[in-house]
Every structure is written in C-alpha cells, then in structure tokens.
C-alpha cells in the first residue's frame, strides 16, 4: 500500500506533526497513533491541517504551512534510504 500523510496542530506547542499512514482503496487512509517524530500523539492535537496526502503532495504543504512544522517529521519526507 502506498504511504499517506496527515498533519495535526498540536495543543500546546501549536507545532505542526506529521502522522504516517496508508492509503486505503477507498481514497481514505489510516494514520498512525504517534507522529513519524514520537513527540506527539493524535489526541494531543486539536486542528488537522491536511489528511490522506502521498509524499509529494505532503512535501508541499508542509513547505508551503513552513516554520512551525516539526523539523524531525518533515525530515522523513525528505530522507533517502536507498544507494
């Protein structure tokens, strides 16, 4: 399955966290409880900014929302793991 991206607002902090997740055939998807950085869970979060997004699409917005996303989740859309 491909990966899909939604990104949340913390309650506190007001920084933006990216959740991994799967796309599912239904044009929804899954999100995982914890964002790609561990700092957050989806319950600490009170405003979704964007869901169901492939890693291009979650690329730009994050780009385009800037400073106030996590710097250790955006990271991961950008990590190249292959030689």
């Known amino acids: 399955m491909e990966p899909a991206y939604t990104l949340i607002q913390h309650d506190d902090t007001r920084e933006l966290h990216l959740f ?3 796309m599912m055939p239904d044009n ?20 979704r900014i964007f869901r169901c997004l492939d890693e291009d699409a979650a690329r730009i917005r994050c780009a385009q929302e800037g ?12 990590a190249n793991y292959e030689d």
């Open 20 to 22: 991994e997740g799967e």
């Open 67 to 78: 400073r106030e996303v996590c710097g250790i989740c955006v990271s991961h859309l950008y």
């Open 28 to 47: 929804k998807c899954t999100s995982a409880k914890r964002s790609i950085c561990k700092k957050m869970t989806k319950q600490d979060g009170y405003r």
